[in-house]
């Protein structure tokens, strides 16, 4: 199975105006890679008016900027709403659900963070 390609080419500088890059459907929730690499995935949003991503979590670290529009959140239990201009982080594990009471935009970061299991032994010398 291959996997879609990023916007941007982790290996080249590069730019993306975002606001031309983000896909809106009347009826749905549209995501594209922008950047991707075995330790961070940056994808852009496009939510639909009424669109929702149900209660879940994610083993990565997360940032949320929110591009346009405004979304409702719940993160670990607690109610926010989000605009644009604002940012969200979780830890790895933060449960949350997000609802569109309007059409928004958003740029998800994920950074996968070593575990013990993966992190180098410590410098002895």
Known sequence: ????????DPEIVATL??????TFSDKGIVS?????????R??????????ELTEHASSSRAIVQILNGASDWIV???AMRLAAG???HMPPGARHAVRAGESFS?????VKEPTAATEAPPDTN
């Not at 958003?106 to 994920?110: K, P, Q, S, V």
Request: proline share 5%; hydrophobic share 50%; no cysteine.
């Open 76 to 78: 670990e239990g607690k």
């Open 1 to 8: 199975m291959s996997r879609t390609p990023s916007l941007l």
């Open 86 to 88: 604002e940012i969200l």
């Open 106 to 110: 958003m740029l998800l970061t994920l």
């Open 17 to 22: 105006a975002l606001a031309g890059a983000t």
């Open 32 to 40: 594209r890679a922008v950047l991707s690499t075995p330790t961070l």
């Open 42 to 51: 940056v994808t852009l949003f496009g939510f639909a008016v009424g669109q």
